[in-house]
């Protein structure tokens, strides 16, 4: 499964195709209504978690949900001179709602991209694409009669990606206070979207 519109780390292509391709992704963005997506456009159309580990993942016993663990390093003082909390993460649950249809593809590359590699022992999310999947959102929201969004996330350590349908994500962090903390001083930024000017 590949990215409808953005690039991945293992295409050699060159800047210029790069901004076009986010350009053209941000361009499909304006058109996706988010207004039952949940927490989806804020922490995903940025790559907040971008660099982050993703330190569990599993459903729920229902397997209705699918809750997701990741660190975020995505909070730098100053306009992104050096991080917050001394480069410490914080630690954030992403629960995806009503998953419809879900996919993980591996591809190994070489002895040093091989995301089944019992050695490795970290998965990094790198980036993600928010409703590239139309024809998989299309046959959910006609086979349930509600809307559905897609994700397609990309990891690094090895060539990993996980896709999946589902209505809407909730994202929390693990402590609240630490995150408010966070948003309420005005030399942090968070690369959270809309994001908030740099005083």
């Known amino acids: ?8 780390d293992d295409e050699d292509v060159d800047d210029q195709a790069i901004l076009a391709a986010e350009a053209h992704y941000q361009a499909h963005l304006s058109g996706v209504d988010f207004s039952g997506a949940g927490d989806l456009e804020r922490y995903f159309r940025r790559d907040f978690f971008h660099d982050g580990l993703i330190t569990a993942v599993g ?11 990741i660190d975020s390093y995505s909070f730098w003082l100053d306009g992104y001179r050096e991080p917050a909390l001394g480069g410490d993460p ?3 649950r992403c629960t995806f709602a009503g998953v419809a249809w879900m996919e993980l593809a591996t591809r190994r590359i070489d002895d040093l991209n091989d995301p089944l590699d019992e050695s490795e022992d970290t998965v990094e999310f790198m980036r993600s694409e928010i409703d590239g999947l139309p024809e998989h959102i299309a046959t959910y929201d006609l086979n349930y009669g509600v809307p559905h969004h897609s994700l397609v996330i990309e990891t690094l350590t090895g060539e990993r990606k996980l896709a999946l349908v589902f209505r809407h994500v909730t994202v929390a962090p693990h402590d609240q206070a630490v995150f408010d903390s966070l948003l309420a001083n005005p030399r942090v930024w968070t690369g959270l979207y809309p994001e908030r000017a740099i005083d």
């Open 59 to 69: 459903f729920d016993s229902r397997m209705h949900d699918l809750v997701v663990d």
């Open 1 to 8: 499964m590949e990215f409808r519109f953005r690039l991945s």
């Open 90 to 92: 914080v630690a954030f």
